[in-house]
């Protein structure tokens, strides 16, 4: 049974930063798989945040270019996010993603609030 599980959300105030964890289970050979984040803002749809491709390329989106980061360890199956410089557009639910045979499997989400 694959299993995506977030974590590190919570509330942080504009200028500061947060890391959000995802770990995975239930797939095998880990490291041959892209892996993504993804986040929703209430009202908005679900938009692709950073991706990590299975030899550690990184792609980002516009509007978090030069603040986050992703990365990932392959030995503990986890994928990382670090979030600097928050913005309180960066408040949404945050949801880590990936596509393991051809199925697209999909954490809980977990919330990522910026407001002083």
């Known amino acids: 049974q694959v299993q995506l599980v977030e974590s590190g959300g919570g509330l942080v105030q504009p200028g500061g930063s947060l890391r959000l964890s995802c770990a995975v289970s239930?797939?095998?050979?880990?490291?041959?798989?892209?892996m993504n984040w993804y986040r929703q803002a209430p009202g908005k749809q679900r938009e692709l945040v950073a991706a990590?491709?299975?030899?550690?390329?990184?792609t980002y989106a516009d509007s978090v270019k030069g603040r986050f980061t992703i990365s990932r360890d392959d030995a503990k199956n986890t994928v990382y996010l670090q979030m600097n410089s928050l913005k309180s557009e960066d408040t949404a639910v945050y949801y880590c993603?990936?596509?393991?045979?051809?199925?697209?499997?999909w954490g809980q989400g977990t919330q990522v609030t910026v407001s002083s």
């Open positions: 239930g797939i095998t050979f880990f490291s041959m798989y892209a």
């Open positions: 990590v491709s299975a030899g550690g390329t990184t």
């Open positions: 993603n990936t596509k393991w045979r051809l199925t697209d499997y």
